[in-house]
């Protein structure tokens, strides 16, 4: 991996993607300026890094271009992580406000500053596709427009046709990423966070575990240190130029299977049961769409980044679970 010391600026940095990779970049001796608005990121995710000589945290929002425009002006890459989310809840206006124009904002920075721009995209953006797995350059294949989910997926293909005509127009480097169901220390607790995240939480609490539909819908699970690699090697890689990759794991499993595992990790007795909610019931009676597989293609993450997960499901799973854990022990 280059060494280069680099100036990095990471937004949505006290988020759970961006507090891990700022501890990252630090352990390898880069410079980082972090901005968060605190909505959804935590300054205790950040806490260990905020008296670090080469970090420096602001409190603001990548809506705000009077902010924006008074940054540093010498940064190397902008690592982009800041997105909102999950719009099955009603908040469909935020999710294709900010995550367009809070994009916008940043490449026009990058714009001006000439510098490389680093997009956090997702594995949503395949929508329904059934060409398993997922690759890069296959088809995005969005469902209705009246089902409230893919407006997130939406938002995220609108950033990366985006960054990619900035690229194209205004000569600067862009990576996309997609990443495929991070999880790991730091994640958010609720739905945002992933289905493990509420799965722990009711396990913890001997609460029924929540399915949506009949739990044998499948997805790939990525550990935070695996996900963090990836943007760590596009960051810092030249030949990450102007590609689109997948970040993520190869092991496939239900939903259903995914409760059950984490009931076995527990190494606790636990009156937990699963429930199947009918997805009529999580959508408030509109209409509702799921994907029933969801695997990447990972070949082009190995063969350019050089990075493959190296942590197994269960692993990954198990320290996720002692760290959640023990942060609802703090809580009581």
């Given at each position: ?74 940064f190397d ?30 490449l026009e ?172 019931e999580i ?50």
């Open positions: 991996m280059i060494k280069e010391k680099k100036k990095i600026l990471i937004t949505g940095v006290a988020g759970f993607l961006g507090s891990n990779y700022l501890t990252k970049c630090l352990s390898e001796g880069h410079v980082v300026v972090g901005l968060d608005n605190l909505s959804m990121g935590m300054l205790e995710n950040i806490h260990d890094h905020l008296d670090n000589n080469n970090f420096t945290f602001i409190k603001g929002d990548v809506l705000d271009t009077s902010l924006i425009n008074s940054l540093d002006d010498d890459v902008i690592v982009h992580l800041a997105a909102f989310k999950i719009p099955r809840y009603g908040n469909a206006v935020d999710t294709l406000k900010i995550n367009s124009k809070g994009s916008e904002n940043m920075l990058a714009k001006k500053l000439k510098c490389k721009f680093v997009l956090a995209s997702t594995s949503d953006v395949y929508g329904m596709s059934p060409d398993i797995p997922f690759k890069e350059d296959g088809n995005c294949l969005i469902g209705d427009s009246k089902v409230p989910r893919w407006a997130y997926a939406v938002s995220k293909l609108f950033d990366e046709h985006l960054a990619l005509a900035y690229m194209e127009d205004f000569d600067f480097p862009v990576v996309i990423l997609r990443f495929f169901g991070s999880y790991g220390p730091n994640q958010n607790l609720s739905w945002w966070g992933g289905p493990q995240s509420v799965f722990i939480d009711c396990i913890l609490n001997n609460k029924e575990i929540p399915i949506h539909g009949d739990g044998l819908q499948t997805r790939t699970f990525t550990f935070v240190e695996d996900t963090v690699a990836g943007i760590y090697a596009a960051t810092m890689k030249p030949e990450a130029n102007g590609e689109i990759f997948n970040i993520g794991a190869n092991e496939e499993i239900t939903i259903l299977e995914l409760a059950n595992m984490l009931k076995r990790i527990s190494d606790e007795p636990t009156t937990s049961e699963v429930k199947l909610i009918p997805y009529n959508s408030a009676g509109r209409k509702y769409q799921d994907v029933m597989r969801r695997v990447p293609d990972n070949t082009k993450a190995e063969r350019i980044l050089g990075i493959k997960a190296q942590t197994s499901l269960e692993e990954g799973l198990r320290i996720t679970f002692n760290w959640q854990k023990s942060v609802s022990l703090q809580k009581v």
